[in-house]
């Protein structure tokens, strides 16, 4: 699942201002883990920028060997975005009119519209009200002749139950996409997000977990045949130069953010260890606070290696948007990770899903609440968040 376009990273950069203020909390600072690796990254891109081979250079093949094998992936083929990597994906699988998609419906819009572009159906699946990922225990139920894949989402970094998933797949020998893109790191009994699937999507956006300095995507494949065909499709089905096979697209990815991610991709460990941590430490200071009663705390399945791209909470009652408001007035950034479900979104009206057909995903959508969680947020920071949150519910309490 794609992040948003370049209205969320102007929201994460306005909270980024926010947050030099005294007792404010950005959402995000992209600009403290800039600071911490500044003279690499300049090193970085003014090698390229000496180079002048902009597009697809040899950081990109290097970015790809190093992605795939981090994600225990045979492949990995690089592309412009996220969204570009769902589309490159399934139209890889041969995904077109008359053919079915299953996929949750609580996830960012471009798992859905991916498969609506190529004129396929999108089926929508509720989700596990405890992780957020879809169902596993619904597919069967779901599919038809016309099914085709299934495209499971690993929100918030926390896979899905991918064995659950493929084994549903097998039974009825259709395609699994993962869509990883907020997930890359999480493990599900120890094996990578992007190495279930016949395709596993990436995203580069500058909010994931490895966030580039713009768009970009990467696609993991497990075989040789499907990485082929990735190649072919991202550059116009075009092999050799001039002589197009297939209609394909233009996403190649720009040697600048290959070379930018080159440089992150070796610290991505250690900031997974600390989002860990501040997430271990919202736990104990919502507990500390006696705030369990209020609000539920983000579960992560002992099955898995959560690596927190979102740390959200869920606000009953109604009074998400309330607390919301507060904590805003207070400069403490947060985010709503989706106010409207996919099903319910005006442009997949003609599929025919009315309010109340996804209950699970409905009400999440109505009570999730997303705090501040990238690596560099401090201690104090998050007890500065949750004492807000502690004291919107009238409990004064030192943390």
């Not at 990254?41 to 990109?60: H, M, N, Q, T, W």
């Not at 592309?79 to 960012?108: K, R």
């Amino acid at each position: 699942m794609s992040v948003a376009s370049s209205q969320h990273l102007t929201t994460a950069h306005a909270v980024s201002v926010l947050g030099k203020d005294a007792g404010s909390v950005p959402l995000l600072d992209v600009n403290r883990q800039y600071q911490a690796l500044r003279a690499e990254l300049d090193k970085a891109i003014s090698s390229v920028c000496e180079s002048g081979r902009f597009v697809l250079g040899p950081e990109c093949d290097e970015l790809e060997k190093n992605v795939a094998a981090y994600c225990q992936a045979p492949h990995a083929v690089a592309c412009a975005s996220g969204s570009d990597a769902l589309l490159l994906a399934l139209m890889a699988c041969d995904i077109g009119p008359g053919d079915e998609v299953l996929m949750p419906s609580f996830t960012f819009f471009a798992t859905a519209s991916a498969a609506w572009r190529l004129g396929a159906k999108p089926v929508f699946v509720d989700i596990d009200p405890a992780t957020f990922n879809l169902n596993p225990e619904l597919l069967e139920g779901l599919i038809t002749p016309h099914t085709k894949a299934i495209l499971p989402v690993h929100l918030f970094g926390q896979c899905a139950d991918m064995p659950s998933v493929m084994a549903v797949a097998k039974r009825h020998g259709i395609f699994v996409v993962e869509d990883a893109a907020q997930a890359i790191g999480a493990e599900w009994e120890g094996r990578r997000a992007g190495s279930f699937g016949a395709v596993g999507c990436f995203s580069f956006y500058p909010t994931k977990n490895l966030g580039g300095f713009g768009d970009g995507g990467m696609m993991t494949a497990t075989g040789s045949g499907l990485e082929s065909r990735l190649r072919l499709l991202r550059a116009h089905g075009m092999q050799p130069r001039y002589c197009h096979h297939v209609v394909g697209i233009n996403s190649r990815l720009d040697t600048l953010q290959a070379a930018v991610l080159n440089v992150k991709l070796r610290f991505l460990e250690d900031w997974i260890k600390r989002r860990q941590a501040n997430a271990a430490r919202y736990d104990e200071l919502f507990a500390k606070a006696r705030l369990t009663d209020f609000v539920s705390l983000p579960v992560a399945d002992k099955r898995g290696r959560h690596v927190w791209n979102q740390y959200t909470i869920r606000v009953p009652d109604g009074r998400r948007d309330t607390l919301r408001a507060y904590l805003g007035e207070r400069n403490i950034g947060t985010e709503i990770y989706y106010p409207i479900p996919l099903h319910l979104q005006q442009c997949f009206a003609p599929l025919g899903y009315e309010p109340g057909s996804l209950p699970e995903t409905e009400r999440a959508a109505e009570e999730v609440l997303a705090l501040p969680i990238f690596p560099e947020l401090t201690a104090e920071e998050q007890r500065t968040v949750v004492t807000a949150i502690a004291a919107f519910y009238g409990i004064e309490r030192k943390l």
